[in-house]
């Protein structure tokens, strides 16, 4: 009796070993970095945000702008305050960045080496807003940990080609709505920043992301990234996400 309760406590063990590693392996590293992307995505919407940055010198810069968007690869970001940046629009469309500065009247496609800069001075480059974010990478599932108390995959990326941001990547996505809670970029085999997704917000039953907070390590310099307003379900002209519309867009 005694031999038959062992031997059955062994294959309960084994029968629960094996469905955690069944569970671990039903989804691949890719798999769940594209849903991460997709946790990003907002629907049709139009609203407000506002990016804080802290520079070395212990100085502070509050930039707010309006944004539309649909889905992750089509939006726009107009600023308009401080007075000095009003109307600096920007066009993100499908992995193309534009950009309509008012003193020049121009509107500019940006290259290749462009999209790495710095975005208007702060932590983040232009290609941090620049629709699927872990698309240029070829992801790996690490492990399944805890952080910040939630269950998270443990993911790591490498760049696909030489026009992603960043050569690799870490990162902790919550196994709950695959909310990506933290990322590390690396450059060089060195890390070069940190992303953290302070607090997220309800949208069409879905948690989203509201405030993100970057930290530049090589510059030691924060920007935080928050969403102050947001309505979804908003319907756009065919044209409206389109270079040639930039500048109706920063005089409206």
């Not at 990478?137 to 026009?163: D, P, R, T």
């Not at 992301?209 to 030691?220: A, F, G, Q, S, W």
Request: proline share 2%; with cysteine; net charge positive.
């Amino acid at each position: 009796m005694k031999l038959n309760l062992r031997v059955f406590s062994l294959i309960l063990i084994l029968v629960f070993a094996m469905g955690a590693m069944a569970t671990a392996a039903d989804i691949s590293g890719n798999e769940i970095m594209k849903k991460a992307d997709e946790n990003m995505n907002y629907g049709s919407y139009k609203g407000k945000g506002k990016m804080i940055i802290h520079t070395t010198s212990g100085d502070e810069r509050v930039l707010k702008m309006e944004m539309w968007g649909q889905g992750t690869e089509e939006s726009i970001m107009k600023y308009y305050e401080p007075q000095r940046v009003n109307g600096v629009t920007f066009l993100f469309l499908h992995k193309n960045i534009w950009s309509y500065f008012p003193r020049t009247g121009r509107v500019r496609h940006l290259g290749e080496h462009v999209k790495n800069q710095k975005m208007m001075g702060s932590s983040f480059s232009y290609d941090d807003f620049n629709g699927k974010i872990f698309d240029d990478y070829q992801s790996k599932l690490i492990k399944e940990e805890e952080f910040n108390n939630e269950k998270c995959y443990f993911v790591k990326g490498v760049a696909k080609n030489a026009q992603a941001a960043y050569d690799s990547f870490e990162a902790w996505v919550a196994e709950d709505g695959f909310r990506p809670l933290k990322v590390n970029y690396f450059k060089d085999n060195q890390q070069v920043k940190v992303m953290n997704t302070e607090s997220f917000q309800r949208i069409n039953g879905e948690l989203r992301p509201r405030k993100i907070v970057m930290k530049d390590l090589e510059d030691n310099n924060t920007t935080s990234f928050e969403y102050l307003e947001m309505k979804t379900g908003i319907k756009f002209r065919p044209d409206f996400f389109n270079e040639r519309n930039l500048k109706r867009i920063s005089q409206s």
